[in-house]
């Protein structure tokens, strides 16, 4: 994520492409390398278990290889290994990165986030974990989710896009074959749309009906049109079940050194929008919690 985020001179300038004058195409070669590898391994490790007669593990892997369907062999094993490259890239700093920032968020914010634990508490209980059947149950926690991923989206500039041909909007004129980025950051900034945007305030999505999914666009984190991004569905519930499983089983406080100066809240550019500065916290255990 960090290097296929980091600035290129050649976005800029395509003739220089060719020369590749930051190595940010070695680099991206090396690492899809090293991936590959290891998803081989995994392939491989499974193919034989099969052939041994080990039990199914019933999973995506198992799923993809059941339905190779006449195709040939190595044709079948490129496209496991792009569909797991896509899962990797796509699905791993994007939702834990959300996770971080939204805890981060809460830690600054005590009364929030006693608001959010007092839903839990009344809507989970003490005697069971918390399960997707739950999230629509528990409004305040959309709340903190949508906020959260208003003021810190999981990809700043979404995915570029290439003009098929040359468009006039508004003002400006896209040539055909322009690169164009959204400024996803920005649009969830604007104060014209977003009452003081920079305060946390999840209970702004309390008071609107507006949602993440594509509809309303002046919050579009995972995208929206034909093009929106295919994993929101399992984003939107993997988030969701995270931080309220972190607040439901743990009282959450800041180490004596972060509580002291405050949290660096600064962001690190790439890809995905993370943290400069790791989230440290202090996780104690509910007292009176009966999860078997």
Same mark, same amino acid.
């Given at each position: ?14 003739v220089? &492409?060719?020369?590749?004058?930051q =190595? ?5 070669k ?6 590959r590898h290891?998803?081989e ?5 499974r193919?034989e278990?099969?052939?041994?007669g080990?039990i199914?593990c ?10 190779q ?5 190595q044709e079948h ?8 490259g896509?899962?990797?890239v796509?699905? &791993?700093? &994007? ?19 006693? &608001?959010l ?7 989970? =209980?003490?005697?069971?974990?918390m399960e997707?059947s739950?999230i629509?149950?528990l409004p305040?926690?959309q ?5 959260t ?11 570029p ?8 909007? =508004? ?6 074959g322009?690169?164009?980025?959204v400024?996803?950051? *920005?649009?969830s900034r604007?104060?014209t ?13 309390l008071?609107?009906?507006i ?7 002046e ?15 399992? *984003? ?18 800041l180490?004596?050194?972060? *509580?002291k100066n405050?949290?660096?809240m600064?962001?690190?550019? =790439?890809?995905?929008l ?13 007292p ?5």
């Amino acid at each position: 994520m960090v290097v296929g985020g980091s600035p290129n001179v050649s976005d800029f300038f395509p003739v220089l &492409t060719s020369l590749d004058l930051q =190595g940010v195409r070695r680099k991206l070669k090396h690492h899809d390398k090293l991936f590959r590898h290891v998803f081989e391994e995994q392939i491989d490790c499974r193919i034989e278990n099969r052939k041994e007669g080990s039990i199914a593990c019933n999973d995506l892997l198992d799923v993809l290889l059941d339905t190779q369907l006449g195709a040939k062999e190595q044709e079948h094993r490129q496209a496991l290994l792009s569909i797991f490259g896509d899962l990797f890239v796509a699905g &791993t700093d &994007t939702s834990s990165n959300t996770v971080e920032w939204a805890m981060a968020e809460l830690l600054q914010n005590p009364v929030t986030m006693a &608001t959010l634990n007092y839903e839990l508490a009344s809507v989970v =209980g003490p005697e069971r974990e918390m399960e997707e059947s739950d999230i629509s149950q528990l409004p305040y926690l959309q709340a903190v989710v949508k906020e959260t991923l208003r003021l810190h989206p999981p990809v700043p500039f979404r995915l570029p896009r290439r003009a098929q041909e040359t468009v006039v909007f =508004g003002n400006y004129l896209i040539p055909e074959g322009a690169k164009l980025l959204v400024n996803v950051w *920005a649009i969830s900034r604007d104060e014209t749309t977003w009452p003081d945007p920079l305060k946390f305030r999840p209970e702004r999505f309390l008071e609107r009906d507006i949602d993440f999914k594509g509809r309303d666009f002046e919050l579009i984190p995972f995208g929206a049109g034909r093009r929106i991004c295919p994993g929101m569905p399992l *984003a939107y519930r993997m988030v969701h079940l995270m931080l309220g499983s972190l607040l439901h089983r743990f009282e959450w406080q800041l180490p004596e050194e972060e *509580a002291k100066n405050g949290l660096d809240m600064s962001e690190k550019f =790439g890809v995905t929008l993370a943290m400069a500065q790791h989230l440290k916290a202090i996780a104690i255990p509910i007292p009176g919690l009966h999860i078997k």
